[in-house]
């Protein structure tokens, strides 16, 4: 449960700080994301949570 609340504290952690230090950027984001098809941002998607998934794994490796 610990790593679970990590893990969203540190999600809130890089989202706030790019809403904080760069809110603009976000509007663009948002227009590029708009422009996708969606086919193109659930692919976007998946890549993200394989990414994360091992990053996760590689973590749990390296501090185990």
């Given amino acids: ?18 809403l904080a230090l ?6 663009e984001a948002l227009d590029l994301l708009r422009a996708m098809r969606p086919e193109q941002r659930r692919t976007a ?6 990414l994360g998934v091992g990053i996760v794994w590689l973590a749990q490796r390296l501090a185990g």
Avoid: C, F, N, W
């Avoid at 449960?1 to 790019?18: K, T």
């Avoid at 760069?22 to 509007?27: L, M």
């Avoid at 998607?45 to 394989?50: C, K, R, S, T």
């Fill in 45 to 50: 998607g998946l890549v993200a949570l394989a």
């Fill in 1 to 18: 449960m610990a790593m679970v609340l990590l893990g969203i504290g540190l999600v809130l952690v890089v989202e706030g700080l790019v």
């Fill in 22 to 27: 760069a809110p603009s950027r976000i509007e």
